[in-house]
């Protein structure tokens, strides 16, 4: 698998970006604190981790400081030719595969890059402060190739450990057997506790023949107490069955009293619905609603009516009387009285100027006063009388409108009078008194439930008949035993179980006598009990201790066949390298030996190994050589990748160099992600 772009928003200092990668060698180069860590985090984090299982903290860790949502990672996988587009949204605890939510994406970036999670990062991942990790003789070598090739278990033990902790396992197991030793192992206590044993099973084996006779007077009285037993059982099946038939009995009459008893409600529910739906057929509770909302409406008229009709009596008596005084006005045109009277006025005022029409004048306003006191006479008659009218046109208006809407409402009702309604009213609420009393009936009846309940109740009870009655059947004959005779037996059964606790008081006591002599056939059977466990134990042991040598020897040759494998690839790849890394002075590298590596010295013509003091340099150079041999053991042809953080800040410009070749040679089968700050790799950009 490669990686072809990734997109990154929100994670650490990388708020919005996008990268693009090729195959073979990438160079990710920037000064400090520039984001190369981080970005190399983002793409571990994108490869390995859960949005959906990641904790509160992790998540806090690897979000943007200046940001208060978490990381959105999106990046492109190429494998095998296809396309994969992979979304992990922290935020939304959202992880999808080609927008499919439901894919298994653990088991995807397991084939994907052919490696668990934790030997990709001991094997595949190499940091700065990583690459001088290898020192000193060959078992810290091979530990530190098995630590980097196994997979961690719990408390992160490492196959070189199994191996170790099933030697002392074993060694701790048949300690003793070979030789004399202060302590002993599991397998030499349990051979020492079955010989004890054994001797005191065989001691009480010799005193329990010696008690043979007493033994089998006990074996006899205990055939008589398990005859005994026999009869008494049967005889107690044959009252429990007597006494089981009259339950079974009883249980019938209950049942049928019950059945009885729902068959009544049943009826009962059923009559009362067929007069409900009788009421409900011949009377409509709409129709009675409208009837009370009309019969309050009606009230409410006649009543209006009344009281109008009474006003109208009142207001027609004092027409009568202002009818009878006979008052006519002169006219009604008080506007031009009132214009007249002020002209005159004027006129009179002009003439006095003069002095003879003054008298002329006067006259003519006495006239005119004389009419606008007679217009006033007729408006105090207007005011007075015009109202009473109005009101009584206004009440008879009113007494019609309230009679049209009462025949309105009559014959809406389809009635003829008010009685008529009255009567009928009367029988509606009848009706519904009727109705409520019937469904008062059903739902006491009911209580809660419904007429399918009660059916299906009754059913439950004559399916549950139905059921004792075929064990009712095989005993019913039992009814008719005499009465007499199970009184007997009763008696009789009382007496076989005080003969029962009587033979067995006699077994206990002479069990008794043969337990002062310290042999009991139970002590016995406990102890050959006890013999057989420990035997079986011997067995588990034994067993356990074969299989702890089996699988001992094939961790130790899978061990030694993939140390040979690694070994024997780093050889050949470390003796076609080594020679162009020491500018010739080396020629050749060799771990196959038990206790140390050697790379053979062309100047003093021999194998030289770490006991030699090899230089820091030259093992960083050799380590970068195992991490490549490693990878090529365990994938082969497989397409994976490698992420390398400024791992050779400690190599020469000549040892570089190389190193650039090596990485050029296996950028054509892994895509090489290279992080620096340096300008070591510019040449490469």
Not at 141 to 167: P, V
Not at 417 to 432: A, G, M
Not at 626 to 652: C, M, Q, W, Y
Not at 661 to 671: D, P, T, V
């Given at each position: 698998?490669?990686?072809?772009?990734?997109?990154?928003?929100?994670?650490?200092?990388?708020?919005?970006?996008?990268?693009?990668f090729k195959?073979g060698?990438?160079?990710?180069?920037?000064?400090n604190?520039?984001?190369?860590?981080t970005?190399l985090?983002?793409?571990i984090?994108?490869?390995?981790?859960?949005?959906?299982?990641?904790?509160?903290?992790?998540?806090?860790n690897?979000?943007?400081w200046?940001?208060?949502?978490?990381?959105?990672?999106?990046?492109?996988?190429i494998?095998?030719?296809?396309?994969?587009d992979?979304?992990?949204?922290?935020?939304?605890?959202r992880?999808?595969?080609?927008?499919d939510?439901?894919?298994n994406?653990s088991s995807f970036?397991k084939?994907s890059?052919?490696l668990d999670?934790?030997?990709?990062l001991r094997l595949?991942?190499?940091?700065?402060?990583q690459?001088s990790s290898?020192?000193?003789?060959?078992?810290?070598?091979?530990k530190?190739?098995?630590e980097?090739?196994?997979?961690?278990?719990?408390?992160?033990?490492?196959?070189m450990?199994?191996i170790?902790?099933?030697?002392k396992e074993?060694?701790?197991?048949?300690?003793?057997m070979d030789?004399?030793?202060?302590?002993?192992?599991?397998l030499?206590?349990?051979?020492?506790?079955?010989i004890?044993?054994?001797?005191?099973?065989?001691?009480l084996?010799?005193e329990?023949?010696k008690n043979?006779?007493?033994?089998?007077?006990?074996?006899n009285?205990?055939?008589?107490l398990?005859?005994l037993?026999?009869?008494?059982?049967?005889?107690k099946?044959?009252?429990d069955?007597?006494?089981k038939?009259?339950?079974?009995?009883?249980?019938?009459?209950?049942?049928?009293?019950?059945?009885?008893?729902?068959?009544?409600?049943?009826n009962r529910?059923?009559?009362?619905?067929?007069a409900?739906?009788?009421?409900?057929?011949?009377?409509?509770?709409?129709?009675?609603?409208?009837?009370e909302?009309?019969?309050?409406?009606?009230?409410?008229?006649?009543?209006?009516?009344?009281?109008?009709e009474?006003?109208?009596?009142i207001l027609?008596?004092?027409?009568?009387k202002?009818?009878?005084?006979?008052?006519?006005?002169?006219?009604?045109?008080?506007p031009l009285?009132?214009?007249?009277s002020l002209v005159?006025?004027?006129?009179?005022?002009?003439?006095s100027l003069?002095g003879?029409?003054?008298?002329?004048?006067?006259?003519?306003?006495i006239?005119f006063?004389?009419?606008?006191?007679?217009?006033?006479?007729?408006?105090r008659?207007?005011?007075f009388?015009n109202?009473?009218?109005?009101h009584?046109?206004s009440?008879?208006k009113e007494?019609d409108l309230?009679?049209?809407?009462?025949a309105?409402i009559?014959?809406?009702?389809?009635?003829?009078?008010?009685?008529?309604f009255?009567?009928?009213?009367?029988?509606l609420?009848?009706?519904?008194?009727?109705?409520?009393?019937l469904?008062?009936?059903?739902?006491?009846?009911?209580s809660g439930k419904?007429?399918?309940?009660?059916?299906?109740?009754e059913?439950q009870?004559?399916l549950q008949?139905?059921?004792i009655e075929?064990?009712?059947?095989?005993v019913?004959d039992?009814?008719?035993?005499?009465?007499?005779k199970?009184r007997r037996?009763k008696?009789?059964?009382?007496?076989?179980e005080?003969?029962?606790?009587?033979l067995?008081?006699?077994?206990?006591?002479?069990?008794?006598?043969?337990?002062?002599?310290?042999?009991?056939?139970?002590?016995?059977?406990?102890e050959?009990?006890?013999l057989?466990?420990?035997?079986?134990?011997?067995?588990?042991?034994?067993?356990?201790?074969?299989?702890?040598?089996i699988?001992?020897?094939?961790?130790?040759?899978?061990?030694?066949?993939?140390?040979e494998?690694i070994?024997?690839?780093?050889?050949?790849?470390?003796?076609?390298?080594i020679?162009?890394i020491?500018?010739?002075?080396?020629?050749?590298i060799?771990i196959?030996s038990?206790?140390s590596?050697?790379?053979?010295?062309k100047?003093?013509?021999?194998?030289?190994?770490?006991?030699?003091?090899?230089?820091?340099?030259l093992?960083?150079?050799?380590?970068?050589?195992a991490?490549?041999?490693?990878?090529?053991?365990?994938?082969?042809?497989?397409?994976?990748?490698?992420?390398?953080?400024?791992?050779?800040?400690?190599?020469?410009?000549?040892?570089?160099s190389?190193?650039?070749?090596?990485?050029?040679?296996?950028?054509?089968?892994?895509?090489?992600?290279?992080?620096?700050?340096?300008n070591?790799?510019?040449?490469m950009?």
């Amino acid at each position: 698998m490669i990686i072809e772009n990734i997109k990154v928003k929100n994670f650490r200092q990388i708020n919005d970006k996008e990268y693009k990668f090729k195959r073979g060698i990438n160079i990710i180069k920037g000064f400090n604190e520039e984001g190369k860590s981080t970005l190399l985090d983002a793409i571990i984090t994108s490869l390995f981790e859960d949005p959906r299982k990641i904790s509160k903290n992790a998540l806090e860790n690897i979000k943007s400081w200046d940001s208060d949502k978490y990381p959105f990672i999106e990046y492109i996988a190429i494998k095998d030719g296809k396309s994969f587009d992979i979304v992990k949204d922290f935020s939304e605890k959202r992880l999808s595969v080609n927008n499919d939510e439901k894919y298994n994406y653990s088991s995807f970036i397991k084939e994907s890059l052919y490696l668990d999670k934790d030997i990709f990062l001991r094997l595949s991942t190499v940091k700065q402060n990583q690459i001088s990790s290898i020192q000193g003789n060959m078992q810290s070598f091979q530990k530190s190739l098995f630590e980097i090739l196994s997979t961690s278990f719990k408390g992160n033990i490492n196959i070189m450990d199994i191996i170790s902790s099933l030697r002392k396992e074993i060694n701790s197991m048949k300690l003793g057997m070979d030789r004399k030793v202060a302590g002993e192992g599991i397998l030499k206590q349990v051979e020492r506790e079955i010989i004890e044993k054994e001797q005191e099973v065989k001691s009480l084996s010799d005193e329990y023949a010696k008690n043979s006779d007493a033994l089998k007077k006990i074996l006899n009285k205990k055939e008589k107490l398990s005859e005994l037993d026999s009869k008494i059982s049967e005889l107690k099946d044959n009252l429990d069955a007597i006494e089981k038939a009259k339950n079974f009995s009883e249980e019938m009459k209950n049942l049928d009293n019950s059945i009885s008893e729902i068959e009544d409600k049943i009826n009962r529910v059923t009559k009362s619905k067929e007069a409900l739906d009788k009421i409900k057929d011949k009377d409509n509770i709409k129709i009675l609603d409208n009837i009370e909302s009309n019969y309050r409406e009606l009230l409410n008229i006649r009543e209006r009516i009344d009281l109008r009709e009474k006003d109208l009596d009142i207001l027609e008596q004092e027409k009568e009387k202002i009818d009878n005084l006979k008052l006519r006005p002169v006219r009604k045109n008080s506007p031009l009285v009132i214009i007249v009277s002020l002209v005159l006025f004027i006129l009179t005022a002009i003439s006095s100027l003069f002095g003879f029409y003054i008298f002329i004048a006067l006259f003519i306003d006495i006239i005119f006063v004389g009419i606008y006191l007679r217009f006033v006479d007729y408006h105090r008659l207007n005011v007075f009388k015009n109202p009473t009218l109005s009101h009584i046109d206004s009440l008879k208006k009113e007494i019609d409108l309230n009679k049209k809407r009462m025949a309105d409402i009559l014959k809406e009702s389809n009635t003829s009078s008010i009685n008529e309604f009255f009567k009928i009213r009367t029988k509606l609420i009848s009706s519904k008194e009727e109705k409520l009393r019937l469904q008062s009936t059903i739902d006491g009846i009911l209580s809660g439930k419904n007429l399918e309940d009660l059916e299906s109740e009754e059913t439950q009870l004559i399916l549950q008949k139905k059921e004792i009655e075929i064990d009712f059947l095989k005993v019913k004959d039992l009814l008719n035993v005499d009465p007499l005779k199970v009184r007997r037996d009763k008696i009789t059964l009382e007496d076989m179980e005080f003969g029962k606790f009587s033979l067995e008081d006699e077994i206990v006591g002479m069990e008794a006598k043969l337990s002062n002599t310290g042999v009991v056939e139970e002590k016995l059977d406990t102890e050959n009990a006890i013999l057989q466990s420990l035997k079986d134990k011997q067995i588990y042991y034994s067993n356990k201790f074969r299989v702890y040598n089996i699988v001992l020897d094939n961790l130790v040759k899978a061990k030694d066949s993939v140390f040979e494998n690694i070994s024997n690839d780093l050889n050949t790849l470390g003796s076609i390298w080594i020679e162009r890394i020491t500018n010739g002075k080396y020629s050749k590298i060799d771990i196959s030996s038990s206790d140390s590596f050697s790379i053979f010295d062309k100047k003093l013509n021999r194998l030289v190994t770490t006991k030699d003091n090899l230089s820091t340099g030259l093992l960083d150079q050799i380590y970068i050589l195992a991490r490549l041999s490693i990878l090529n053991v365990i994938l082969g042809d497989k397409e994976s990748i490698i992420f390398l953080d400024d791992p050779f800040v400690t190599f020469d410009e000549k040892r570089l160099s190389v190193t650039k070749e090596l990485l050029k040679e296996f950028a054509g089968k892994h895509q090489i992600f290279i992080f620096t700050c340096h300008n070591f790799f510019d040449d490469m950009l």
